[in-house]
């Protein structure tokens, strides 16, 4: 299994700005995602951090709004730019394993964010 | 588009009462299926991970089923504890990504 740590676990910010989440795993890992988690709603993706290179975001998610970054294989950072009330929501890093035989994916505890 | 589905959205059992949760799915190359429980104000807790047909994953009193069309989480004999929203989600081929269903919230009562 991978152990994710996630920070800030929670913030209150003003309309305008923006706040960086971070995802640190113990362990080198080949998938790591960012979700967002809307108030009584399920998990969707925003986009999958590749390590080296730019994200791949899914429709309706852009970088401008959602830059991320994947300096290497253990480590990984969501921005969330311009931030209005519509953004608050729990972000959750993801990562995991994937090869020929197995497929596993474990979650950090999440970033409450509150835009006020 | 790959589509998950689960049902029933609630669930209310009273201890030791055994039941079932579903997971419908539609992918185009399923490469796992991924089961997730999750407590308020927590992330999902990775459960299991079944890939094909026929294949069966147990762990304490629950056990995962899956088939071509659908996956059960069967609880059995559950207690308070395990109240949580249980969450299906699928990984399909082809292209690293997990869709999610809206999930089950399980309530048991002592």
């Known amino acids: 299994s991978a152990v994710i740590s996630q920070k800030p676990s929670r913030d209150i910010c003003q309309r305008g700005t923006s706040l960086t989440i971070q995802c640190q795993v113990d362990?080198?890992?080949?998938?790591m995602f960012w979700y967002r988690q809307q108030p009584g709603q399920s998990l969707t993706l925003i986009a999958t951090?590749?390590?080296?290179?730019?994200?791949?975001?899914e429709s309706g998610f852009v970088i401008d709004k959602f830059p991320i970054s994947r300096p290497n294989l253990t480590f990984s950072t969501l921005t969330v730019s311009n931030m209005s009330p519509e953004d608050s929501s729990i972000y959750l890093c993801?990562?995991?394993?994937?090869?020929?035989?197995?497929?596993?994916?474990?979650f950090g505890q999440g970033t409450r964010l509150t835009v006020v | 588009e790959d589509q998950v589905t689960q049902s029933p959205e609630a669930l209310r059992l009273q201890e030791g009462e055994s039941s079932s949760l579903n997971c419908s799915y539609t992918?185009?190359?399923?490469?796992?299926l991924f089961w997730y429980r999750q407590d308020p104000g927590k992330g999902p807790e990775f459960l299991f991970t079944?890939?094909?047909a026929g294949e069966e994953k147990e762990k304490e009193r629950l056990k995962a089923t899956l088939t071509k069309k659908e996956s059960f989480l069967h609880i059995t004999a559950p207690k308070p504890e395990d109240s949580a929203t249980y969450l299906c989600?699928?990984?399909?081929?082809?292209?690293?990504?997990?869709?999610f269903g809206t999930g089950t919230k399980l309530q048991v009562i002592p």
């Open positions: 993801s990562a995991g394993h994937q090869d020929s035989m197995n497929t596993e994916a474990f």
């Open positions: 362990s080198q890992v080949t998938m």
């Open positions: 951090a590749n390590q080296g290179s730019e994200a791949t975001y």
């Open positions: 992918v185009s190359g399923l490469r796992g």
């Open positions: 079944l890939y094909s």
């Open positions: 989600a699928v990984h399909s081929g082809g292209y690293q990504k997990v869709t």
